[in-house]
């Protein structure tokens, strides 16, 4: 006989921890809650068969005072299909658990449900009991009865002492949902990361892909386009923008030499849109009405500084300079054309284009697998399943200070 035995103690049993379970299921199997819970579950289950027969009553019940309006009987109809409804609702979603320490919050649920059912058809009930009070009674014995006999069967439970057993049961299957938990989030993470895994695989050909048609002869071809497209545009803007800087400073000049003139519409579209109009002026009009202004300057009216501006810019606007920018203009229009249809026409282009769209596609799909595995990775770190297994065997020792729990 060993030294704890001497004393009155007990010899140290270990029990795995995959075996709680089982260990507590056997400190309870003396006090047959299986047997309280199955005949609890018998009179529930005769309770809940009366109330449907008593709503049955209720909804065929009729009246015994016949001469009620009619339009006080289709509201008491209306109260008592809605009162049934909810009722039959209430009925159906019973379902009383076989674990034993799963009575209590079972119970509890079920006055919380009784309490918000008991508000919701409160009107219906004050309605209903003016015109069929012995029926409605039959129906709210047998729910009020449901709840009896859980409140009975949970007290009863209380009566054993089986608290902590009950905690501990509590405890485990908190570790056990946690631990189903966890392994879920790792099966969906290790998902993620195989199609992240396949996305970037995908990403490298495509930027391949990308970076050798980038290198292609036919890419570089399509560049000098780009650059001369660019180049000739900026060269169009300049022009553009010299001529209206131009034109915007023999505005009031040329308004005033034509004004009531047959050139005065054609030298509106010169201030409007200079270019434009320099493009449709084959002949160069302008420049023969820019030198019949510059001999009758003096018959404008003009101030010191304006006519001074004036004939810095007629000197400017020689005809050799109109030629020469119109000339230049079209020829800069030309190339644009030209660059347009081939840059149009690229195949290396398309194939570019299309190419990083996919990637786009890819970059967007990558980023929302690599949150997804962020936002799973920050779930799986919040569930501490080694404080919750700790948790468990301190509530074993504190029913038992014998035992001792093993890991699997």
């Given at each position: 006989?060993?030294?704890?035995?001497?004393?009155?103690?007990k010899?140290?049993?270990?029990?795995?921890?995959?075996?709680?379970?089982?260990?507590?299921?056997?400190?309870?199997?003396?006090?047959?809650?299986?047997?309280?819970?199955?005949?609890?579950?018998?009179?529930?289950k005769?309770?809940?068969?009366?109330?449907?027969?008593?709503?049955?009553?209720?909804?065929?019940?009729?009246?015994?005072?016949?001469?009620?309006?009619?339009?006080?009987?289709h509201?008491?109809?209306?109260?008592?299909?809605?009162?049934?409804i909810r009722?039959?609702?209430?009925?159906?979603?019973?379902?009383?658990?076989?674990?034993?320490?799963?009575?209590?919050?079972?119970a509890?649920?079920?006055?919380e449900?009784?309490?918000?059912?008991?508000?919701?058809?409160?009107?219906?009930?004050?309605?209903?009991?003016?015109?069929l009070?012995?029926?409605?009674?039959?129906?709210?014995?047998?729910?009020?009865?449901i709840?009896?006999?859980?409140?009975?069967?949970?007290?009863?439970?209380?009566?054993?002492?089986?608290?902590?057993?009950?905690?501990?049961?509590?405890?485990?299957?908190?570790?056990?949902?946690?631990?189903?938990k966890?392994?879920r989030?790792?099966?969906?993470?290790?998902?993620?990361?195989?199609?992240?895994?396949?996305?970037?695989?995908?990403?490298?050909?495509?930027?391949?892909r990308?970076?050798?048609?980038?290198?292609?002869?036919?890419?570089?071809?399509?560049?000098?386009?780009?650059?001369?497209?660019?180049?000739?545009?900026?060269?169009?803007?300049?022009?553009?923008?010299?001529l209206?800087?131009i034109?915007?400073?023999?505005?009031?000049p040329?308004?005033?030499?034509?004004?009531?003139?047959p050139?005065e519409?054609f030298?509106d579209?010169?201030?409007?849109?200079?270019?434009?109009?320099?493009?449709?002026d084959?002949?160069?009009?302008?420049?023969?009405?820019l030198?019949?202004?510059?001999?009758?300057?003096?018959?404008?009216?003009?101030?010191?500084?304006?006519?001074?501006?004036?004939?810095?810019?007629?000197?400017k606007?020689s005809?050799?300079?109109?030629?020469?920018?119109?000339?230049?203009?079209?020829?800069?229009?030309?190339?644009?054309?030209d660059?347009?249809?081939k840059?149009?026409?690229?195949?290396?282009?398309?194939?570019?284009?299309?190419?990083?769209s996919?990637?786009?596609s890819?970059?967007?799909?990558?980023?929302?697998?690599?949150?997804?595995?962020?936002?799973?990775?920050?779930?799986?770190?919040?569930?501490?399943?080694?404080?919750?297994?700790?948790?468990?065997?301190?509530?074993?020792?504190?029913?038992?200070?014998?035992v001792?729990?093993?890991?699997?």
């Amino acid at each position: 006989m060993g030294f704890l035995s001497f004393l009155g103690g007990k010899k140290t049993e270990n029990v795995i921890f995959s075996d709680i379970d089982r260990w507590l299921d056997k400190q309870v199997e003396g006090k047959r809650f299986d047997q309280r819970i199955a005949r609890t579950k018998s009179l529930m289950k005769g309770l809940i068969a009366d109330g449907y027969k008593y709503l049955e009553e209720l909804e065929k019940a009729g009246l015994v005072n016949t001469n009620i309006p009619e339009r006080a009987k289709h509201m008491m109809d209306g109260h008592r299909r809605t009162y049934i409804i909810r009722i039959k609702r209430f009925l159906d979603d019973i379902n009383i658990p076989d674990d034993f320490s799963q009575i209590g919050n079972y119970a509890a649920r079920i006055s919380e449900s009784l309490d918000s059912l008991s508000q919701e058809t409160q009107k219906n009930y004050m309605v209903l009991k003016e015109f069929l009070e012995v029926e409605l009674t039959r129906v709210i014995k047998a729910v009020k009865g449901i709840e009896e006999e859980l409140v009975k069967l949970q007290s009863d439970i209380d009566k054993e002492g089986v608290e902590l057993i009950k905690e501990t049961k509590i405890r485990l299957n908190q570790f056990k949902d946690d631990a189903m938990k966890k392994e879920r989030l790792e099966q969906e993470k290790a998902r993620l990361e195989s199609e992240l895994d396949m996305l970037l695989r995908k990403k490298e050909k495509l930027d391949g892909r990308i970076a050798e048609l980038k290198s292609s002869k036919e890419y570089e071809q399509f560049r000098e386009c780009l650059d001369e497209n660019k180049q000739s545009e900026e060269r169009i803007n300049a022009i553009e923008q010299e001529l209206i800087s131009i034109f915007s400073e023999l505005n009031r000049p040329l308004k005033k030499y034509t004004h009531n003139t047959p050139h005065e519409k054609f030298v509106d579209r010169y201030i409007a849109d200079p270019a434009g109009a320099l493009q449709e002026d084959d002949s160069f009009v302008i420049s023969e009405i820019l030198k019949k202004m510059g001999q009758e300057l003096d018959t404008l009216d003009l101030k010191d500084k304006q006519l001074d501006k004036t004939d810095e810019m007629l000197v400017k606007l020689s005809r050799e300079f109109l030629v020469g920018r119109k000339v230049e203009f079209s020829r800069l229009k030309s190339v644009c054309r030209d660059a347009s249809s081939k840059i149009n026409k690229s195949v290396v282009a398309l194939n570019i284009s299309e190419n990083e769209s996919w990637l786009k596609s890819l970059d967007h799909k990558i980023s929302q697998a690599e949150k997804g595995i962020a936002a799973l990775n920050k779930q799986i770190e919040e569930i501490n399943l080694n404080y919750l297994k700790q948790k468990v065997k301190e509530k074993v020792k504190e029913i038992a200070a014998h035992v001792k729990v093993i890991d699997d």
